[in-house]
């Protein structure tokens, strides 16, 4: 993906260069563009990221942050004194210099393999941040990779609405669900997201609702 | 600074969800003049829930502006007293509410009335297994009501919300296609039950074949187009999906917002103050009366509301609460078990088993709205728990919530977490698997407790409350047994795979499980193990309630919503036909 690719408009409001170059090739593990179609990568999950840390979530804006700060059990959850922001500006700069120094090239320069085999040193916290877990970073980028591929596009990633449709998912529900609820025959429909309705790329009904094209089962698999 | 004193008004109610509203309408109604306090924001159901912004699951799931603001207000949690509780930094295993409407604006609309047996448990377990059977540690006890008298308070609450079903037991008369084993109903449900999906006739059909008997659990989501009994019109669920945890762009989900609060708008005695946030209760020299509440107001004023009455229906974390920070009621000590205010705080087990099919595909999506087909054979005390070992209980159900695409996606046991396989798991299996899932009882224990917290504090400089809890050996004996019945149950269903959920031998606050936090302010008829009486009064202070999940000794199965409605229901009678002619102790 170039920037100019980028249809939510070709700018990142809090992502470095090579915080989105790290990003573009970690995500991609996380979620590979195979024969089903589509990765994260070309989903725009980079996007998404940027977005949410940009946004209210990014800096912990409804989140509990006074101190003191301490560590903590598993059950006790988030404890870490970063927002979000700063645990992916911390993090993907330690990343970097552990690669330079063990394979002297960063993250997104190493070959797939070498990728593949420190993103699972990460999650198993087998690599040692100066400032914070491996692991929590880890968790955090899986958690808005799952987030970015799956939610509507109007956040700037699930492009195509690709999430949904390898789900066979369609989105806004239409105003048949009443009857259907009962059906033992799977339902398929082109997805519609809110992004189309706003946009209108989809009109609605009376009710709100948006008019299905029903579709056959397997054309959802094709992208 | 000191407070502005403003005139007194009859009653000051804190929180506008499920209790709030219902007990403002009840008393405004009567002629008091009432004024609600809400520390959230007022909302416009047609602009701020509408179509088809409502259809977000991340804006409304993971990031929503009506949940509580933890940066203002959270609580600490440890396991157990040798940890040091620290704070809930964001929204993990529940999510209490922050808007005009309260939690139940975004509930999932689950209307289950507990059975008889829940009200009396420590009587009936007593008298069935005797004494001993009860865990040592656990702080087993009656609600000082009877079914009998508050079965008229469940009617009327069901006539509000709207609630569809079908009665199993009328009278004591079992009825076909209900629920045999619920408490006696002295009518039918005001509307019809669910439609069975496929995933439900699949269930029924095994559970079934296994000795059970299925039905259709009841739901406040609208099953036809309703009036209610405040005369509030509500339309039929579209079974569009984004139910928990979003309001209902469609009004169908009974809640404070759509079946009480406009009606209650119309009520000239009436005044709602939203972004209000009440620091404290007020009591006079005697600390026997309440003199009202003080709150901070939307411009950061610091306000003293008088009042005759003063009615807490908040969260039961808020209830709880405010009474440590009033100095109302002896807090509980854990070491000396004496002290009552935040005695028996408890939460809600759950835990499910999936079935994987290759050979049938489902429409996970159309869905919401509580569509469930469950059975009861494990709630209550109906198998005899002499040979099991373990107290308590559980529903047991298929749900058709409708699956949304970041959480709703469920995969077999030993697919790896992300990747290929992952992928081509979700892929395959998000519309193929259905899910089994538990709803079950957590009771209290002497060291499962509420009180505040030393080290953090609000925004406005107060103490967090501090919840110390975990689970215990009797309810991981149940959970243990539950899983087992649901395995078998999944295997007569001849899928391809099974999976399950291990939430592990410790509680934690991350990963949602329920909004179903009780206790803290419990009632009884035993000033030394309650905090209010059989009619929600405190018995410290008698023009003082204190009414909602708070008030709950245990948390029996069936989801909390329900009662607490009732419980409004019922200590709003309580206030306008005995009390205000006689005000004073009600027992």
């Known amino acids: ?223 | 600074m000191s407070a502005t004193k403003l005139k007194s008004v009859d009653v000051v109610v804190v929180g506008s969800g499920v209790v709030g509203s219902i007990m403002s309408m009840e008393l405004a109604s009567a002629g008091m003049n009432v004024v609600c306090l809400e520390r959230g924001k007022q909302f416009d159901a047609s602009t701020d829930f509408h179509k088809p912004n409502v259809y977000d699951e991340l804006k409304f799931d993971r990031h929503s502006d009506i949940f509580q603001n933890l940066a203002r207000d959270t609580i600490t949690f440890r396991n157990n007293d040798a940890q040091t509780a620290l704070p809930m930094r964001e929204m993990g295993a529940f999510k209490p509410g922050e808007m005009v409407g309260g939690t139940a604006a975004h509930w999932g609309g689950n209307a289950r009335r507990f059975l008889p047996h829940d009200f009396e448990m420590y009587s009936r377990i007593k008298e069935r297994y005797g004494k001993s059977f009860i865990p040592e540690d656990c702080n087993l006890q009656d609600w000082g009501v009877t079914w009998d008298e508050i079965e008229p308070y469940y009617d009327q609450f069901e006539e509000i919300f709207g609630v569809g079903g079908k009665a199993g037991n009328l009278d004591g008369e079992i009825q076909p296609g209900g629920n045999p084993h619920e408490g006696p109903r002295s009518r039918e449900y005001p509307n019809p039950p669910t439609r069975r999906t496929h995933e439900g006739s699949l269930f029924a059909e095994a559970a079934t074949s296994l000795g059970y008997v299925p039905f259709q659990g009841p739901t406040a989501a609208m099953t036809q187009d309703y009036r209610n009994l405040y005369r509030v019109q509500m339309l039929e669920c579209a079974r569009g999906g984004f139910c928990s945890s979003h309001v209902c762009a469609q009004g169908a989900k009974a809640n404070p917002g759509s079946a009480v609060l406009p009606a209650l708008a119309r009520q000239p005695t009436f005044e709602l103050r939203p972004l209000c946030n009440v620091l404290r209760v007020n009591t006079d020299s005697t600390g026997k009366k309440a003199t009202g509440v003080t709150y901070i107001d939307a411009r950061g004023n610091e306000v003293e509301q008088p009042a005759d009455i003063v009615i807490l229906g908040a969260y039961c974390f808020s209830n709880t609460r405010l009474l440590l920070l009033s100095g109302i009621g002896t807090p509980y000590d854990p070491r000396t078990g004496k002290g009552v205010v935040g005695r028996n705080y408890a939460y809600q087990q759950g835990g499910s088993v999936q079935v994987f099919f290759d050979d049938r595909e489902f429409n996970p999506f159309i869905g919401g709205g509580q569509v469930n087909t469950s059975i009861d054979e494990f709630n209550g005390d109906v198998i005899d728990r002499g040979p099991l070992g373990f107290i308590g209980g559980a529903y047991i159900n298929t749900a058709t919530s409708g699956a949304t695409p970041i959480k709703g996606k469920r995969v077999p046991a030993g697919t790896p977490r992300w990747g290929g396989e992952w992928k081509k798991a979700v892929a395959h299996y998000y519309r193929r698997n259905m899910s089994i899932s538990i709803h079950a009882s957590c009771l209290s224990y002497r060291h499962n407790y509420l009180d505040l917290d030393p080290t953090y504090k609000d925004a406005y400089g107060l103490p967090l409350l501090r919840m110390t809890f975990d689970w215990n050996d009797n309810d991981l004996r149940m959970m243990k047994y539950l899983n087992e019945r649901c395995t078998e149950i999944g295997r007569a269903l001849n899928g391809s795979k099974l999976g399950g959920t291990n939430k592990g031998t410790h509680f934690g606050i991350t990963g949602y499980q329920s909004t179903h936090n009780v206790g803290g302010a419990v009632m009884g008829s035993d000033p030394s193990t309650s905090v209010v009486n059989k009619y929600l009064q405190s018995w410290d202070v008698s023009n003082l309630f204190v009414v909602g999940g708070s008030a709950f000794p245990q948390n029996p199965a069936n989801g909390p919503t329900e009662t607490i409605g009732m419980l409004a229901c019922w200590a709003a009678d309580a206030i306008k036909e005995n009390y205000v002619r006689n005000p004073g102790s009600l027992v």
């Open chain 1, 1 to 223: 993906m170039t920037l100019s690719d980028n249809p939510i408009g070709a700018s990142y409001l809090y992502l470095l260069e090579p915080e989105i170059r790290f990003l573009e090739a970690a995500v991609e593990h996380l979620i590979p563009t195979d024969e089903l179609g589509p990765g994260a990568r070309d989903a725009g999950v980079v996007v998404y990221i940027d977005r949410q840390l940009a946004g209210t979530w990014g800096v912990h804006g409804r989140q509990y942050r006074g101190g003191p700060w301490l560590e903590g059990t598993p059950q006790q959850g988030y404890q870490s004194r970063f927002t979000p922001q700063e645990v992916y500006r911390i993090a993907i700069r330690e990343i970097d210099q552990h690669c330079k120094a063990a394979f002297d090239r960063p993250f997104a320069q190493l070959a797939g393999d070498g990728q593949l085999a420190l993103l699972e040193q990460l999650e198993k916290d087998e690599i040692a941040l100066p400032s914070l877990s491996s692991k929590f970073f880890f968790d955090m980028l899986w958690r808005n990779t799952e987030e970015g591929y799956f939610a509507d596009p109007l956040y700037g990633g699930n492009r195509d609405k690709v999430g949904w449709k390898l789900l066979g998912f369609p989105g806004v529900p239409s105003g048949q669900y009443r009857e259907l609820l009962t059906s033992s025959e799977p339902y398929h429909a082109e997805p519609v997201s809110v992004l189309d309705i706003q946009t209108g790329k989809v009109p609605v009904d009376a009710e709100g609702f948006p008019k299905h094209v029903v579709t056959k089962p397997n054309s959802n698999k094709e992208s």
